[in-house]
């Protein structure tokens, strides 16, 4: 059914999110939407990070992000900074501090759409697939490279408890979390937190944000 033609249906009315009108429109038909609060403001997902780690090196995390210099770049820098061994047993294990705490399952769209990427788009009416470009393809490896590294990600954990966990007792300095996911999982943090959006590959362009994890 082609929602537009539904009697009483404003959809050009704010609470109707704009951009998830237009992905859900396929062939002039209008097959789903999105609306503002439920769908959008409590499920995008952006990042934590631990305001305690990020003073100790020196990072300005909200100053990179106004001056729009919070690329993929500066994420992977800010997390190789922080690892640290804690326990000084010579020794990088789940017992140290890492930049980064979640699992590809968690976030790898999320960074996906911050980096500007999508996996398709609609072009003069058709639907194009937009990851068959070198420029996308290097974008995607950088990404992927995050959730492969010994520098940047905390070692797999069991399960996504244990990310919580870690992130909460300041063995990472950054974590994966939704506007309901702070007050359910951040509330008893001892360290101060902050939140910023998903970086995006070069400076100067503008933050993205991805709904409810990986979709």
Known sequence: QDLSKVPHLQLSKPWY???????????GKQHFVLNNIESVVDNSIMIAFNKSIAKELGLDLYAMV???QWTLDAFVDACKKAKKD?????RMDSSDRWGWGASEDDALRAFMTGAGLGFVS???GKY???????AAVNTLKKIKGIFGSDDIKYPDAPNWGTYIQKFCFGQTLFFPITPG???TYLKSMEDDYGLIPFPTEKAGQSYRISVNHNT
Request: hydrophobic share 30%; glycine share 16%.
């Open 17 to 27: 999110n704009q951009s998830g009108l237009a992905a859900g429109k396929v062939g």
């Open 66 to 68: 106004d001056n729009k």
């Open 86 to 90: 804690l326990n000084k047993d010579g």
């Open 122 to 124: 609609q072009k003069n």
């Open 128 to 134: 194009v697939f937009d990851l068959n470009t070198s």
């Open 181 to 183: 996911g702070v007050s």
